[in-house]
């Protein structure tokens, strides 16, 4: 059985770091794209980075791209998310999703999805 687990979750100040962790179990982590997604309230759910199969590739939102990185652990099977100059505007419920295949930015495209975890950012 598939599951999807974060981590790493919390409140923190503006400019602050977090490092998030989507822990991967019943399948074989390399094989699948890895994404994280977040929604905010009152928010569609966007994507926000993804890690394709055999890290070939990596995609980031705009908005985060020079201070997110995305990781992948294939000892651990986790895909981590460092974000660092955290901002206001990254708060919300951060997603792993998984699929088998390639990166995709579209919520429809993936298969897994874990429950999410909280994070706040203060001003």
């Known amino acids: 059985q598939v599951q999807l687990v974060e981590s790493g979750g919390g409140l923190v100040q503006a400019g602050g770091s977090l490092r998030l962790s989507c822990a991967a179990s019943g399948f074989t982590g390399s094989y699948y794209a890895i994404a994280w997604f977040r929604q905010a309230p009152g928010k569609e759910r966007e994507g926000v980075s993804c890690l394709s199969p055999k890290n070939v590739s990596t995609y980031y939102l705009d908005s985060v791209n020079g201070r997110f990185t995305i990781s992948r652990d294939n000892t651990k099977n986790t895909v981590d998310l460092q974000m660092n100059s955290l901002k206001v505007e990254d708060t919300g419920v951060y997603y792993c999703?998984?699929?088998?295949?390639?990166?995709?930015?579209?919520?429809?495209?993936?298969?897994?999805w874990g429950l999410g975890t909280q994070v706040t950012v203060s001003s």
């Open positions: 999703a998984a699929v088998w295949g390639m990166c995709s930015n579209k919520r429809g495209f993936y298969d897994y």
